[in-house]
């Protein structure tokens, strides 16, 4: 595999100074990645949250315990030089002394670090199971339980062939097991599912919020490592390579969290939510996919300035629309009943603040957003504070791309987590409501129109199209610890009120030695 950070750039440096912490030379590749920093797609707690998280994790062997904090910064002067090294300006030894100076003057704190882990990719459980050096992650399984392992996933995305879903939080902590569906084969077949737990870096593949495909990529979207640290790394997987293959499998960054986001043309756009430390976030971040993964002249941030956060993104093919989530006002406190609702125009530059509206509505907490050809239609997250908001925050909000009016219809039930798009209709996907209820599915076509199978009784959270089946992703279950693990399809050619237009496969239901040996099958 390969990967790709900021932290990885100062250790990789540290090891020219301390013994058996690297070789001998910095690798070539390494040298981009110092562009990263340089060109503010990696921010300077970035560059040091993931310093100390990697060397915290045992990813690596550091002999040096210094100051944890930065008080006065990081001065711009070392800044410049990451620059001017990533350029050929200076040498490496002219950069590897900019480190240096950091170490020396107390401005970042790695403490020793033995039992050096390895990146890899585990192809079964077994493999899991096995390997003691996950000892910290509650991934072995027990002969006697059966498999709750795929549950508590955020997104899916379709590369014309087969459905990923995102792996988020399964009933032991953020999980990495990435699920692929071969849309050819019947849905309720373990034959027709593969699995692979993908880890690396000491397991920073993990806890991510919705999926992206474009031009053979699937792109996971980062979002939650552990309670303390937001963010993670962009996984990227190569869908013309084998599933199972760690060379199909690459990721870059150490990003702050992004809940999902929209490809249009060549851009893959993430809709910023939180930083490091769980505040709101409103950065949109892209990367342009005619360019190296890991070069950062690929990558490109904004700060909007806004005090608010996003979940999703919608494209009408000339302007992207981020779904406005939760605001606060200059004294961090939530602002329940409005928000900014933020429009990018793709035919202008994305680093001009001309280049973007920002347009104040009301009722703020959306989960999701979607385009049907003549609206952008933002699904109610309906997560309001306080409560008694709730009445107020049921509402789906419809933007009128020609006339630019807005306007809401209520639902009874509004707690969502996505919008599917499809040929002739928008799907919202739900989730547990305030009084721990899953709300209603919702098909917007000429109407908007509710149905409640009877299967697929957790929540959902995101999910994709196939050309004929909508896919539903598991997360939670109402009134419960345990996280849902059953997937849900409908079926567009059948009529959305009809039980017989829906069916699901549950991974908690059933036996993994029946999944495994499918698999190996």
């Known amino acids: 595999m390969k990967y790709i950070t900021a932290s990885l750039l100062v250790l990789f440096v540290l090891g020219l100074m301390i013994p058996n912490a690297f070789g001998e030379y910095v690798p070539d590749w390494v040298k981009n990645t110092a562009g990263w920093w340089a060109t503010d797609v990696i921010s300077e707690t970035e560059f040091v949250n993931a310093i100390e998280f990697l060397v915290k994790e045992s990813i690596i062997q550091v002999n040096v315990s210094q100051t944890s904090e930065t008080s006065q910064g990081i001065p711009d002067w070392v800044k410049n030089t990451a620059g001017w090294w990533a350029t050929d300006v200076i040498s490496e030894m002219e950069f590897v002394n900019a480190i240096e100076f950091l170490i020396n003057e107390g401005m970042i704190q790695t403490e020793s670090s033995i039992n050096k882990k390895t990146s890899r990719t585990y192809n079964s459980i077994d493999e899991i199971n096995n390997d003691l050096t996950l000892s910290d992650v509650e991934v072995r399984i027990e002969a006697d339980k059966l498999f709750p392992y795929l549950s508590g996933y955020r997104g899916a995305t379709f590369d014309g062939e087969s459905v990923y879903f995102a792996p988020y939080y399964n009933n032991y902590g953020r999980h990495g097991f990435v699920l692929k569906f071969d849309a050819s084969k019947p849905f309720d077949n373990p034959n027709s599912w593969d699995v692979i737990g993908v880890y690396g870096d000491n397991n920073g593949l ?21 309670e303390s640290f937001f963010g993670s790394k962009i996984l990227r997987y190569n869908t013309e390579a084998d599933f199972h293959d760690s060379s199909a499998w690459e990721w870059a960054g150490y990003f702050d969290a992004y809940e999902d986001g929209v490809v249009e043309k060549n851009f893959v756009y993430f809709s910023p939510h939180l930083d490091r430390k769980n505040n709101v976030y409103a950065i949109p971040l892209r990367y342009d996919t005619t360019k190296e993964f890991f070069s950062p002249t690929g990558w490109e941030r904004f700060d909007t300035k806004i005090p608010g956060s996003y979940i999703g993104a919608a494209s009408d093919g000339e302007k992207i629309y981020y779904g406005p989530y939760l605001q606060k006002n200059e004294y961090g406190i939530p602002i329940t009943n409005e928000s900014t609702l933020l429009i990018y125009d793709t035919n202008k530059l994305f680093d001009d603040r001309n280049s973007w509206e920002y347009r104040s ?119 419960s610890v345990v996280r849902n693990g059953e997937f849900l399809r409908y079926d567009t050619s059948k009529p959305f009120s009809n039980s017989d237009s829906w069916e699901s496969i549950s991974f908690l239901i059933t036996d993994f030695e029946v999944l495994l040996k499918a698999m190996r099958d």
């Open 206 to 226: 993990r806890g991510y919020q919705g999926a992206l495909y474009h031009n053979k990529y699937v792109y996971f979207v980062p979002y939650f490592i552990e």
């Open 361 to 479: 509505i009301s009722y703020g907490f959306y989960g999701g957003v979607g385009y049907n050809g003549t609206h952008v239609v933002f699904a109610p997250f309906c997560n309001p504070v306080p409560k008694e908001n709730f009445a107020e925050c049921s509402k789906i909000m419809f933007l009128d791309t020609n006339t630019q009016k807005i306007s809401y219809s209520k639902i009874s039930h509004g707690a969502y987590n996505g919008v599917i798009e499809t040929d002739d209709a928008l799907y919202l996907v739900p989730r547990v409501n305030n009084e721990n209820i899953r709300s209603d599915f919702i098909q917007i076509k000429n109407s908007i129109e509710t149905f409640s199978p009877i299967i697929g009784l957790g929540g959902y959270w995101g999910g994709t199209y196939d050309g004929r089946y909508v896919y539903f992703s598991p997360y939670e279950i109402p009134n």
